[in-house]
């Protein structure tokens, strides 16, 4: 059974910066698309990046472009959100959810997912 699991929220003031991390149990990393959503209260859950495992290639939201960075870390199956210059709009609980079977493209929609973490709070103060 796969497992998420996220971590490394908390709170930072606007322009400081956090990295989240989202560990893998019950299945490696290799082959998968990993993403990073964001769910503000009142809002719906929104894409944030993704990253292809085998490819090490990425993809933002326009919002984080420049801010924010996804990355892996095959030794510990384990994907990571460098989030930098943050503002009070990235507060948000944090997700991060895996698919193994995909086709060409990204995929930005958090149907698109089979599995996902727990989530972890992420608050910037101004």
């Known amino acids: 059974q796969v497992q998420l699991v996220e971590s490394g929220g908390g709170l930072v003031q606007a322009g400081g910066s956090l990295r989240l991390s989202c560990a893998a149990s019950g299945r490696t990393f290799s082959r998968s698309m990993v993403g990073w959503f964001r769910q503000a209260p009142g809002k719906e859950r929104e894409f944030v990046a993704a990253?292809?495992?085998?490819?090490?290639?990425?993809n933002y939201a326009d919002s984080v472009k420049g801010r924010f960075t996804v990355s892996r870390d095959n030794a510990k199956n384990t994907v990571y959100l460098q989030m930098n210059s943050l503002k009070p709009e990235d507060t948000a609980v944090y997700f991060c959810a895996a698919k193994w079977v995909y086709g060409s493209g990204w995929y930005n929609l958090p149907n698109s997912y089979d599995y996902w973490g727990q989530g972890t709070q992420v608050t910037v103060s101004s």
């Open positions: 990253i292809k495992w085998g490819e090490s290639t990425t």
